[in-house]
């Protein structure tokens, strides 16, 4: 019965059933840890969903860069892991630093891998730089701008959004081409590369509006398909997701005064 | 006779041999481009000239920054690769952008695998990130805060300096236990997130000064090490490597101003 149940799910959920038997030696330990807003691990939690791993999805509050207190946090290994920055991953005994390198990671031990060439792996790497060393931080950039600057003139703030659609409008073709017709960049179903460019395209969604995919179908339905993948809506759905992007105790107001500007 | 040449080599210099065998299904057709600076692409230079792989090193001159005429170029696939952004790498027909993902693809081709783990090539790239994304940006950062603000008075110099040593000193512990007593810090030869570092904390020292390593002895002794390894000492003996960091016009000047700020 067992035998036939994991026969029914590795013909329903090919993606799955491949995260599964990339486990298969025993449900490792799994903790994430970084800091309770999106950021530079938001990819890696969609990823961790998407294959319904179990994995402890450890927060450190905002309060804690807000007092200081993360400079105390910071200096412990334990916490801050090889390099001193977060996210760390804990896999078993196992612990890496550094966006890039987890993903990486997860890209073989969840079983993205498979089918795959050495081309490909480079690709989804080159995706998750993209989404965060390119789009994430010009997106974030905006934020930081409005909300270091808190006498901004309204024109002011229009021209940083302006200024990071420009930029972004350098980018999101280049996307658009990669995905072509595609239903994910690399193949039948979703690996790092994916997860990381979903997150930062929602990211850069909720900074800009909505409609700046407009001129990009292939990245929407792209992005229609990530988020209707069965277990991302149940965790969107779920409220566990962080609700802020950044550390930035004013980013409510931040975003607010960004989307009440009007459109240049 | 080919053969005991070959085997000699093998016997002479191991990391240079396998590199040879990696390549070995007839040479490749490589161009690595990037600005005519060190910038992302240093690390990825010096593992090429490492391993005595034949590569076109194609520098975009800065004079297209200067002038504007990047932006041309920028939108040109063909130049710009994938995503837009320098570097880029082509091997014969494979082409790829982002500094962590070609390094990443490279520590394959170069056979810098061999012998290591999954969780040995995620420290590998986990220094990639480390080095780019830590190190380098925060020292150029220096750069960047003294050359937009030509007025800044030496005690403000001196404290930007003392800003970033400060925040170096939160990093180099951590790169200093991960090396240990190693010759190397994954296996006895270097792999791309030893390239990568070594071209971090020698961009560091060109900024914050040559005593910046003076409580790491392991660092210090890494360093001279990769510096003495013959390919990347005749390579920097051979002028051929770029001058600048960066792509600032005026990055002499702005060196020579904070080299001659007494240090706090």
Redesign the interface.
Known sequence: KMLARSVSRLLARPSTALARRALSSGAPNITLRYFDSRGRAQGIRYALKDAEVEFKDDRVSLQHIISGNWFNL??D?SISG????LPVLHWDD?T???????S??LY??LGHAEGLS??D???S??L???AH??VIVMCLQVLNVVGTAPDLKEEQIGQAVQSCTVRMN??LP?LEK?VGGKDYFLKDAPVMGDFCIYDALDQCKVILGDNVLDAYPGLKAFMERMANRPNIAKYIASGERPLFLTGAPQEAQILQKIQSVPRL
Do not use: N, W
């Open positions: 910071k200096a290994p090889p390099f001193g920055v196992f890496i630093g550094q966006t890039e390198a987890i990486g990671y073989h031990k050495l081309e792996s480079a690709m790497g080159a998750v730089s993209c060393q390119d350098g980018i280049r990669l």
